[in-house]
């Protein structure tokens, strides 16, 4: 088991699922009272990883009533497929937009042809999942023992993001609708990927997560946050985000160039050892997404 694996709270785990083989990158949760949970599923290469860890958590596969999935994304819905093989009789929850992704992840893949150039194999196999029930804003999903998740809508990191909040323990899990966050390094950066993000909704549904009483953060990149920490990482992500635009719109507007904006934002986050210890092919492929998603969603 990894440090990053462990016990949040009485009824929360974290299960670090080791996306592209590197500890901390993405993360799943469970959420065990006398239903369990888990949120999300990872992606179609990190199953064994998820399945281990249930298993030193002393929590059987079989015993998992439902996945619930936060986003329309291959990270977090990708391995829902191949969990399942071990879960024959869970459910898989999500919004109606990202039921469809689910079901048919052909879209979703088309999109990330478009982007991902180079670095396309950092996208898994997305194998469809036939049955989804679709939860929305305002649900209650009952555990059993006091514990319940509250379903949020989150849109702007994609449309179909949602998040949960469970009251007994205080715990919100806002899948990647907060930032891509590393705390080692203190590095923040917007979750913009290009077609499914929206700015202004995305600002909104950062104040929507402040609005909330939470001890505990979990986010799908990466990990959990306990207070005072949690809610200056939500700020911080708000913070980080405007600059982002500023940087983006001055640039962009200037020089039509997204190889420009890349250099422009290099100077100013690029000494970030987090930033610095990216392969390149990768950071520019990850960068470059993310400018472009800002460039879409602003109409630059
Ligand atoms: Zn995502």
Same mark, same amino acid.
């Given at each position: ?12 785990? &974290?299960?670090?699922? &080791? ?25 179609? +290469? ?10 030193? =958590? ?14 329309? +994304? ?12 071990? /879960? ?19 879209? =979703? ?26 939860? %929305? ?19 702007? +990191? ?13 715990? =919100? ?10 705390? &080692? ?28 009483? =939470?001890?505990?953060?979990? /986010?799908? +990149? ?9 809610? &200056?990482?939500? %700020? ?6 405007? %600059? ?14 997204? %190889? ?41």
């Amino acid at each position: 088991m990894l440090d990053s694996d462990f016990q949040i709270n009485e009824h929360c785990y &974290q299960i670090d699922i &080791q996306q592209w083989m590197v500890p901390r990158v993405g993360t799943c949760y469970v959420v065990k009272s006398d239903k369990i949970f888990l949120i999300d599923a990872g992606t179609s +290469h990190t199953t064994e990883k998820v399945l281990k860890t249930l298993e030193e =958590f002393k929590i059987r596969p079989d015993s998992i009533n439902a996945i619930v999935v936060t986003h329309e +994304h291959y990270d977090h819905g990708a391995g829902v497929a191949g969990l399942l093989e071990r /879960m024959p009789t869970t459910m898989v929850l999500a919004s109606e937009k990202t039921a469809e992704i689910l079901k048919d992840p052909s879209d =979703f893949l088309e999109i990330s042809k478009r982007h991902y150039g180079e670095a396309a194999g950092l996208v898994s196999p997305f194998p469809p999942v036939k049955n989804v029930e679709i939860v %929305e804003e305002g649900d209650i999903i009952n555990l059993g023992g006091g514990v319940s998740l509250e379903v949020v809508a989150l849109p702007g +990191h994609t449309p179909g993001s949602i998040g949960f909040f469970e009251s007994k323990t205080k715990t =919100f899990f806002a899948g990647d609708a907060v930032c891509n966050y590393n705390a &080692q390094y203190e590095f923040y950066m917007p979750p913009s990927f290009p077609e499914l993000f929206n700015y202004e909704e995305y600002l909104k549904s950062l104040d929507k997560i402040l609005s909330y009483d =939470f001890n505990y953060l979990c /986010m799908g +990149h990466f990990g959990t946050q306990t207070q005072p920490k949690a809610k &200056q990482v939500v %700020e911080k992500a708000a913070k980080t985000a405007k %600059e982002w635009k500023k940087i983006i719109e001055d640039t962009y507007r200037k020089t039509k160039s997204e %190889e420009k904006v890349y250099q422009e934002l290099l100077k100013k986050y690029g000494d970030n050892e987090y930033v610095k210890n990216f392969p390149e092919i990768i950071r520019k492929s990850i960068l470059s997404q993310l400018i472009r998603g800002y460039v879409i969603s602003l109409k630059l």
